[in-house]
């Protein structure tokens, strides 16, 4: 019985641990890496995605399907990622009250849905900070492609090969739009998906491909802004690390500090004592 329950408990630990495991080794293509997920316009065709991609594709879609259900009895507006942390909650309760017992579904579907909440959060957390960090160099290629007379089409082709990581794959994404016969103002929309960072350098591409808006000078105040934001940023995590230091220094450096200091002398000076 014990082995019955022990090859449960393990079963239902598996499902649950690959349910909350990033599915980045999934995606390790060159063809699918840093894709943004947007939808396709009428007369587009994507890439054809390798092996690995597709069965994450397969996985993200099934997760989103059975958590689609519950939130749209709750009349909730669909949201992918939302209905994809759902189906992970309820999928890991359902294993683990098959597998083990009912009673510790509940506490399973709200671990389950604290931990994906967590991860998404540190997930768009690190992507905003990556894109704060890219963008002013960014910004200064368009302004050294731009001041070389090069037009907003043949800006964002010369830009897009070079410029940081994250936003290399979307200029790439947004080159792939344009040669399938997407208006470049129309895919440029797909820098809004980087987040509110990259909004001020996305309206003055749109502005400059749709009404012939001068680029210079909105680029140039949009560097200044970014780079004062991630000057900003960096004083800010500056300050903050004395405070993260604290938790190794207490937990860590402390303990050590008095096995090996204090803990000695103590035991030599108890041996000394006389009953």
């Given at each position: ?111 389950v849905w604290a931990a994906s909440v967590l991860r998404h959060r540190s997930q768009r957390v690190r992507r905003e900070r990556a ?145």
């Open positions: 019985m014990s082995a019955v329950a022990a090859v449960a408990g393990l079963g239902a630990a598996l499902t649950t641990g690959l349910l909350l495991a990033p599915t980045g080794w999934l995606t390790r293509v060159r063809v699918a890496r840093h894709r943004p997920l947007v939808p396709v316009r009428p007369g587009e065709r994507r890439a054809p995605l390798g092996r690995p991609a597709r069965a994450h594709h397969r996985l993200a879609t099934a997760l989103e399907s059975v958590g689609r259900v519950p939130r749209a009895r709750l009349g909730r507006v669909p949201d992918r990622h939302a209905d994809r942390r759902w189906g992970q909650a309820l999928l890991a309760s359902g294993a683990v009250s098959v597998l083990v017992s009912p009673v510790l579904a509940p506490v399973v579907l709200g671990g894109v704060r960090g890219a963008l002013p160099d960014a910004v200064d290629l368009f302004r050294l492609a731009v001041g070389a007379g090069l037009s907003v089409h043949q800006a964002v082709d010369a830009v897009a090969p070079r410029a940081p990581a994250p936003i290399d794959a979307t200029l790439s994404e947004v080159r792939r739009r344009v040669g399938v016969g997407v208006r470049l103002g129309d895919a440029l929309d797909v820098l809004d998906d980087l987040g509110d960072p990259v909004l001020p350098l996305a309206a003055a591409l749109r502005g400059a491909a749709r009404y012939g808006t001068p680029l210079g000078p909105s680029l140039e105040r949009v560097g200044a802004d970014a780079r004062v934001l991630r000057r900003r940023r960096a004083e800010e995590e500056a300050r903050r690390l004395p405070v993260q230091l604290l938790f190794p220094l207490v937990v860590c450096v402390l303990p050590a500090f008095g096995l090996l200091a204090v803990v000695p002398l103590l035991l030599a000076s108890l041996g000394s004592l006389s009953l």
